[in-house]
C-alpha cells in the first residue's frame, strides 16, 4: 500500500482559490490512479476527481468541473487540485486516495481505492 499525506486546506472566501497537495510514499506510485474525495459534515464521502498514471486522462465530477483541476507529478510522487472559484457548498474533508497499482480504469468510486490519507479541512466562508 501507498502511504498518503495531505496538505493545503484552509479557509478561504468564497470565490477564491487553494490547491491541495497529496504527498505519496512508495514506488508504485506511478502505477497507480489516484484520486479525490470530500466529505462535507453529515453527508457520505463523495467523489471528486481522479487521474492516469501518466496524468493524461482524468475524470471530473460534474459539480466541480470547470473550477477544479487535478494534476500529478510522478517524479515528485505528488498529485495536485486545484480548486477555483470555490463555493460554500465545496466545504469538506477533502482525501487523497489511490488504487491498487496497475489498474488502469479512472474510477470514480469510494471502492475502487484501497490507500487513503487522513485528509485535510477545506472551508469556504462568505
Known amino acids: 500500500q501507498v502511504h498518503l499525506v495531505e496538505s493545503g486546506g484552509g479557509l478561504v472566501q468564497t470565490g477564491g482559490s487553494l490547491r491541495l497537495s497529496c504527498a505519496a510514499s512508495?514506488?508504485?506510485?506511478?502505477?497507480?490512479?489516484m484520486g479525490w474525495f470530500r466529505q462535507a459534515p453529515g453527508k457520505e464521502r463523495e467523489f471528486v476527481a481522479a487521474?492516469?498514471?501518466?496524468?493524461?486522462?482524468?475524470n471530473v465530477a460534474d459539480s466541480v468541473k470547470g473550477r477544479f483541476t487535478i494534476s500529478r507529478d510522478n517524479a515528485k510522487n505528488t498529485v495536485l487540485l486545484q480548486m477555483d472559484d470555490l463555493k460554500d457548498e465545496d466545504t469538506a474533508v477533502y482525501y487523497c486516495?489511490?488504487?491498487?497499482?496497475?489498474?488502469?480504469?479512472?474510477?470514480?468510486?469510494?471502492?475502487?481505492?484501497?490507500?487513503w490519507g487522513q485528509g485535510t479541512q477545506v472551508t469556504v466562508s462568505s
Open positions: 486516495a489511490a488504487r491498487s497499482p496497475y489498474l488502469t480504469e479512472i474510477a470514480g468510486t469510494e471502492k475502487a481505492f484501497s490507500s
Open positions: 512508495g514506488r508504485t506510485f506511478r502505477n497507480s490512479v
Open positions: 487521474i492516469s498514471w501518466s496524468g493524461e486522462r482524468t
